[in-house]
């Protein structure tokens, strides 16, 4: 790493302590950005990058609500509204046990980057809670939202921050989120929230975005070296709303998608996953893919495992963040892999992503290749602001062209740096600079 950053880098990382995935999301960008402040020595003594690391605003507070039995929970909810140069804060909200102000701030990070890329005017911000929905009912998840918004509400607004979901928050949530929104403020502010029901001011095309874009965004790469997803063999981890969308969109582009997962275990199914039963366990009865083995034959469930052990030639890790590391890369390149894209944030640990660059593995980051969901919510903001509803077609057609020109924007940066086929390096360029020259032109705020 260069030497001027990696000065700036240790004082972050001291000044961040405890937070693993924060300091990797941060490490792996200042690896790219050397040449660029070559080029650009204004942003070094603008401090850009000290202010791009340390948030414009974060908040931590209390969610108390009562579960089934009428006992008290109490979680923590976060919001770090991260960089607002490009336009209000964006980024989901993410229900799971795992969080933290760490995982917050990673995302939150990685989102500056990537949303600056689709070129929608949205800024960067992440929120979330450490509340479990796996096992609540309906009634408990209700509660845990008013009490969620009954902080946030004040923090949030169409022009402000626009939060929407993330793993564990879908259109349920959002809806409980949007409803107490309303009902404090007494504001039908479409705005303020996305990835809302399409009869209250939702987006055609939203619940698929995120899969959606990174098969396309994974298409174009593989474009570049002469092929397609059309007769590819493809695993896909996860088995959430980004990766039943990215299945269906892999299996229409010819592809066959003979493996996903989820937290127990996973599914070889070498005829390819049937999508209305992988919808129908996991999205309608919010079952576990052991029941989707179960009631398809010729499927082999594996319970633990790895799924990363299914050869294939396209991996697309939908799940979460570090679920693929070195090992499982290695594997993978061994068992002829040729492209990675990635619909989760972060999912390949450093170990892995080396692994691939070596082996020349075509390698699609997250904060490029799942940018299709935020851009897609940015449509969304778009349609809320003129009080319009754009087709199925027409809003696909959006995502494409959107998905087709991040891509371009990556793979022309990292020509102009030297280093032709570098997702890492033109994804992470290409975002940082859009967003310091807005800073630099903003002054010191
Ligand atoms: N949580 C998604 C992401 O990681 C979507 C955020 C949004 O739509 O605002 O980009």
Request: hydrophobic share 40%.
């Amino acid at each position: 790493m260069d030497a001027r950053l990696e000065a700036i880098r240790d004082t972050v990382l001291a000044r961040n302590p405890g937070e693993a995935e924060f300091h990797q999301a941060v490490v792996e960008v200042f690896e790219s950005l050397g040449p660029v402040h070559d080029r650009h020595p204004e942003f070094l003594e603008a401090a850009i990058l000290e202010r791009l690391c340390e948030p414009e605003r974060q908040i931590i507070f209390r969610v108390p609500w009562t579960d089934d039995q009428g006992r008290v929970q109490i979680n923590r909810g976060f919001r770090v509204e991260f960089n607002s140069a490009l336009g209000p804060y964006k980024g989901g909200l993410r229900f799971h046990p795992s969080v933290y102000l760490g995982i917050v701030k990673f995302l939150g990070f990685e989102q500056i980057f990537k949303n600056a890329l689709t070129g929608m005017p949205i800024g960067g911000g992440k929120g979330g809670s450490d509340f479990d929905p796996r096992g609540r009912s309906d009634a408990e998840v209700m509660r845990f939202c008013q009490s969620f918004m009954t902080e946030l509400y004040r923090h949030i607004g169409e022009y402000t921050d626009v939060p929407a979901g993330d793993i564990g928050v879908g259109g349920r949530e959002i809806g409980y989120l949007f409803g107490q929104y309303k009902r404090i403020t007494n504001r039908y502010e479409s705005g303020v929230l996305t990835g809302k029901g399409i009869s209250w001011g939702g987006s055609l095309v939203r619940p698929e975005a995120t899969g959606f874009g990174t098969v396309i965004f994974t298409e174009e790469m593989l474009k570049t070296r002469g092929t397609s997803f059309d007769g590819q063999r493809v695993v896909v981890s996860g088995s959430g709303n980004v990766a039943i969308n990215a299945v269906a969109k892999a299996q229409s582009l010819g592809a066959t998608v003979v493996a996903c997962s989820d937290s127990s275990g996973y599914i070889v199914d070498e005829a390819g996953i049937d999508v209305g039963l992988l919808r129908q366990v996991k999205e309608v009865e919010r079952g576990r893919l052991k029941d989707y083995a179960l009631r398809r034959s010729g499927v082999a469930y594996v319970e633990a495992g790895s799924v990363w052990d299914v050869d294939a030639t396209v991996a697309l890790p939908c799940a979460t963040q570090n679920e693929l590391d070195g090992d499982a890369a290695a594997r993978l390149v061994r068992n002829g892999l040729i492209a990675i894209g990635e619909g989760a944030n972060m999912p390949s640990t450093r170990e892995a992503v080396a692994v691939f660059q070596e082996a020349g593995v075509l390698f699609g980051p997250g904060k490029a290749a799942n940018a299709g969901g935020v851009a897609t919510s940015a449509l969304e903001m778009q349609q809320n602001a003129s009080r319009d509803s754009w087709s199925f077609e027409h809003t696909e057609q959006r995502l494409t062209d959107i998905m087709v020109g991040i891509h371009h924007r990556c793979a022309s940066t990292a020509d102009e740096y030297g280093e032709p086929g570098n997702y890492v390096l033109g994804a992470n360029i290409g975002g940082f600079v859009k967003v310091a020259d807005a800073m630099l032109a903003q002054g010191l705020i």
